[in-house]
């Protein structure tokens, strides 16, 4: 999945008198105005990561595969919680907006609806999973960016599905600090090795070869 990155557009003003200063605007507000108003074309999507509105296509077949099985068996494995599964919906947080490959979130969400409707907040989010795009920047997107914003934004879990390590691997991230941007907890394994996600309304939940499939070019 390529990526294209559009910075928000800044405006410098320019002081005539030290009475009629212009204020800075609001980055973020003008990237959140851009992204409400932009109108993509089918098979394309827009998040907001860190600064900047990415626009990339929808998933590869390989990709959407994973996502959906794993989607699939967390369905069951939630079924008698209060939680689900959830696709191709807007997680909001302070103006930066992404969609996920799939996350768990409350099954009634009313109370944490953002006001105008968009989307879910971040807060309500307990587990967030990304299929790492491929491209040098799905790749980079996927493990660094939206690591640190998944981080910044106190998401409790996040899952990492990587095709392009190595022969395949899967990354849990725990306790993340969200003053520094990182998970301090990382466990990773390759793929043909079952991980279990330690905590939270999915703990317990296997994460192995009937997800990810067998090992990449092994």
């Known amino acids: 999945m390529t990526a294209l990155a559009q910075e928000a557009p800044v405006t410098t003003?320019?002081?005539?008198t030290p009475e009629a200063t212009t204020p800075e605007p609001d980055l973020d507000e003008v990237l959140w105005q851009a992204w409400k108003a932009m109108e993509l074309p089918e098979g394309l999507?827009?998040?907001?990561i860190e600064g900047?509105?990415?626009?990339?296509?929808?998933?590869?077949?390989?990709?959407?595969?994973?996502?959906?099985?794993?989607r699939d068996k967390l369905v069951v494995f939630l079924a008698e919680s209060k939680y689900v599964a959830r696709q191709d919906m807007n997680v909001v947080h302070d103006r930066k907006v992404w969609i996920p490959d799939c996350f768990v979130a409350p099954e009634d969400p009313e109370e944490h609806i953002t006001?105008?409707?968009?989307?879910?907040?971040?807060?309500?989010?307990?587990?967030?999973?990304?299929?790492?795009?491929?491209?040098?920047?799905?790749?980079?997107?996927d493990r660094e960016r939206k690591r640190r914003a998944y981080a910044r934004a106190g998401i409790p879990v996040y899952v990492l599905i990587d095709d392009y390590d190595g022969h395949g691997?899967?990354?849990v991230l725990t306790a993340p600090r969200p003053d520094e941007a990182v998970y301090t907890d990382a466990h990773c394994v390759a793929y043909g090795t079952d991980?279990?996600?330690?905590?939270g309304p999915a703990k317990g939940f296997l994460i192995g070869e009937a997800i990810t499939g067998a090992p990449r070019n092994a």
């Open 195 to 199: 991980v279990i996600i330690p905590e």
């Open 115 to 141: 006001d105008d409707g968009i989307g879910i907040k971040a807060s309500a989010v307990q587990l967030i999973v990304e299929v790492v795009s491929p491209g040098h920047d799905g790749v980079e997107r």
């Open 52 to 70: 900047f509105i990415e626009v990339s296509p929808t998933g590869r077949y390989a990709h959407g595969q994973i996502a959906n099985r794993l």
């Open 13 to 16: 003003s320019e002081t005539t």
């Open 169 to 171: 691997t899967v990354t």
């Open 45 to 48: 999507r827009a998040e907001i």
